[in-house]
């Protein structure tokens, strides 16, 4: 029961919309490790950053895979979700290091390390996010197969408490499965009638007159 309990508190907190800012700051952290990690275990190899290059590589493929398959189908706090992208993908990913790179190679006069590296990565990158997307298209599939509810669309975007962004499931038991019938009045000749279906066609009209 007290496990339950601690479950539930940290499942609240994590869907709250001020979990995001140190969910960000700790996916960054998360993020930047890596990508420095990384560039210890792959140094530039004859002048070509490699290291950059596969970082930017993985993070198009693992971003696609968050946005459309993490975002939409899975039950994770939203917060939690979008620190996943802006922190972890976003400290691990660089742009920067790349424009330094390639600023390099032409202030060097290397145009042709220049032109090789700028078009790998444009060609690699892309390809990695088509990569990511298919493989979320496929995992999407799966998942609807196994009848798991998924999330709606407005997740990606909205965090808090929009009923919107309630899974297929929960939205019934939001709205209310057994809802009284509303009454119905009519006024027939002046006289009142409330609640019941109303008169078929084939019935007697002689109560309107």
Do not use: W
Request: aromatic letters at 6%; charged letters at 20%.
């Amino acid at each position: 029961m007290v496990h339950g309990s601690i479950a539930d508190s940290v499942e609240h907190a994590l869907r709250s919309p001020r979990s995001l800012t140190p969910l960000v700051l700790l996916m960054g952290f998360l993020g930047a490790t890596l990508r420095y990690a990384l560039e210890a275990a792959l140094p530039a190899g004859g002048g070509f950053p490699v290291a950059t290059l596969s970082v930017n590589i993985f993070g198009c493929f693992t971003l696609e895979i968050i946005n459309q398959y993490v975002a939409r189908r899975t039950k994770l706090p939203a917060p939690l979700v979008k620190s996943m992208g802006v922190g972890l993908i976003g400290a691990f990913t660089t742009i920067a290091a790349l424009s330094t790179e390639n600023l390099a190679f032409l202030q060097s006069g290397r145009y042709g390390m220049f032109a090789a590296y700028l078009g790998i990565t444009v060609a690699t990158t892309f390809g990695a996010a088509l990569a990511g997307k298919a493989v979320a298209d496929k995992l999407a599939k799966r998942h609807e197969r196994g009848g798991a509810p998924g999330r709606h669309a407005c997740c990606e975007t909205e965090i808090g408490a929009d009923s919107r962004c309630l899974s297929d499931d929960r939205k019934q038991d939001a709205v209310g499965v057994n809802a009284p019938e509303a009454s119905v009045t009519k006024r027939d000749g002046g006289r009142t009638r409330s609640g019941g279906p109303e008169r078929g066609r084939g019935e007697s009209v002689g109560d309107a007159r």
